[in-house]
């Protein structure tokens, strides 16, 4: 059945309009006086309603991981960041063995098949293990290694993203390589020790984003630009975890501001501990210990996030200028353009029917997917 969802302020990339939407799994209609005959009515009452939220760097949720390589897990994931207006978002591996890699792999693989539950996983985010040891941050250091094309062919067609440090020998001609065997498989140079000249190589090479700027990489400095100094130079596509821990809320507005608000996209790099209560928990088989705001390995570095997407759009929502709109961009069409990924990520006739409507506090009142209610009412 139809449905026609109304009296909403939809959020466009470029304006908010108070408009209805007519939907069944795709966008039908939207307009002032649209159709709504035989349509089962869903009034939002003034609420936002925006093109549903994507996250392209989560681990886990509500106790579970993508590393535990259960149906189970992903399960519990997907349905908890539906609270959060997610309607998709990749599923981030870590650096752990190559068994437990590709079993995840084949896990996500297996569940991307019959998915009918919660927000849809869009593909793999494989964040190590081919990253450089030294700035490995909560990464397992004893599994990383040199890109290994043998480890991935056999999931190519799942793979959406790749963290990788052009630095590393043999990185840039594995990048290659892919670029010319498959088009959906985009880069990200993220835990790396790469100097300014290496990933402005790596970027005009095709490396396409950044893996949570400021974290995990060589810093800014004025007579060693490293990574960041790179990403000023040649605007490629950023990743912000904004909890105000991974990155001061002042350079919220100066990276949107000198880089591009085209190409800040918001992650949240949630790990299993989020949406649950104190205590330790275990990431990529390491131990983190986790306090109200963040989650930390023993010896105090930062070990993923405990950030809900919904509370990342609010954070610059209340530390900027921008308009709502230039936000809900960073979850939706930026993290779509950058993946090149069709017929998602905007409010427009024919584009998925997956919506998340939200009050002027970011509180999520309804998560649509698929035209599906899936969280709300």
């Known amino acids: 059945m139809k449905k026609a969802l109304i009296n909403g302020q939809i959020v466009f990339d470029d304006r908010i309009e108070s408009l209805d939407i007519i939907m069944d799994e795709t966008i039908l209609e939207i307009g002032k006086n649209v159709n709504k005959q035989d349509c089962e009515i869903i009034d939002v009452k003034g609420a936002y309603v925006s093109s549903g939220f994507i996250d392209i760097h989560i681990h886990g949720s509500k106790g579970a991981d993508v590393m535990d390589g259960k149906i189970s897990s992903l399960d519990i994931i997907s349905e908890a960041v539906l609270k959060n207006g997610v309607t998709s978002f990749l599923a981030t591996t870590m650096t752990m063995s190559k068994q437990d890699i590709k079993k995840s792999f084949e896990v996500v693989s297996d569940y991307m098949k019959s998915q009918d539950k919660g927000a849809k996983i869009l593909g793999i985010h494989v964040e190590g293990p081919f990253i450089n040891k030294s700035y490995k941050g909560a990464q397992n250091g004893n599994y990383i290694i040199a890109p290994d094309y043998d480890m991935i062919k056999s999931h190519m067609d799942i793979i959406r993203l790749m963290t990788i440090a052009p630095e590393v020998e043999g990185t840039l001609d594995f990048v290659e390589r892919l670029k010319k065997e498959s088009s959906q498989i985009k880069f990200s140079i993220g835990h790396s020790g790469a100097t300014f000249e290496e990933a402005i190589k790596g970027y005009e090479t095709g490396i396409d984003s ?168």
């Open 210 to 377: 950044t893996t949570h700027l400021f974290n995990g990489m060589t810093g800014l400095h004025h007579r060693n630009p490293g990574i960041v100094g790179a990403v000023f130079k040649k605007k490629p596509y950023f990743e912000v975890i904004a909890d105000k821990i991974h990155v001061h809320e002042g350079l919220f507005d100066i990276l949107g501001d000198c880089i591009g608000l085209d190409k800040m996209i918001l992650v949240t790099d949630a790990m299993c501990a989020c949406q649950m209560a104190p205590g330790e928990y275990e990431l990529g088989g390491q131990l983190v210990v986790v306090d109200d705001t963040s989650a930390r390995l023993k010896g105090g570095t930062l070990a993923g996030s405990i950030l809900k997407m919904n509370e990342a759009i609010k954070n610059l929502k209340e530390h900027t200028n921008y308009e709502l709109y230039d936000l809900i961009n960073m979850v939706t069409i930026n993290p779509a353009t950058m993946l090149g990924l069709e017929n998602i990520g905007k409010v427009e006739t024919g584009y998925h029917a997956d919506l998340t409507v939200f009050d002027k506090d970011m509180k999520v009142q309804y998560t649509i997917v698929n035209g599906t209610v899936k969280y709300g009412g």
